[in-house]
């Protein structure tokens, strides 16, 4: 009995750790169709060699570290807005998070 109850905890707390996981990457995707989709495709199954790159495309070759680096400090002389500027660090690893679940 109390194994029993120990194995359904257990398993409940992967559902709702399942579901905080979701939460996030929907609070993600609803910041980069504010923030990002004028330029970028965004959607799943993005085109490659498009420019600026699909969100899918960023998923299969960019390290996250190096994503958060070109989001908040885009080259001077892009046209990508200064992201430190306005976007906070919470809200960036959501952004992050929504590229990487691209990325299957
Ligand atoms: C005004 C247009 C514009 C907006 C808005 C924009 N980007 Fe970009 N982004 C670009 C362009 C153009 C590039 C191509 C490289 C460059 O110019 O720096 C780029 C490059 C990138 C790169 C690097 C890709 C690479 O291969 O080096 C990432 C990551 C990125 N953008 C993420 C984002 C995210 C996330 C958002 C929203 C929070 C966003 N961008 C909003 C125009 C934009």
Do not use: W
Request: charged share 15%.
């Amino acid at each position: 009995m109390k194994v029993s109850c120990i194995v359904f905890a257990a398993i409940t707390g992967l559902a709702s750790l399942a579901q905080a996981e979701d939460a996030y990457i929907a609070s993600g995707k609803r910041t980069a169709e504010a923030n990002c989709a004028q330029c970028h495709n965004i959607a799943p199954g993005g085109a490659f060699k498009l420019y600026p790159p699909s969100f899918q495309a960023i998923a299969t070759y960019m390290d996250p570290e190096i994503m958060r680096l070109k989001i908040m400090y885009p080259d001077h002389v892009s046209i990508m807005p200064q992201f430190h500027t306005f976007i906070f660090e919470g809200t960036l690893d959501n952004i992050v998070g929504y590229i990487q679940s691209l990325d299957q």
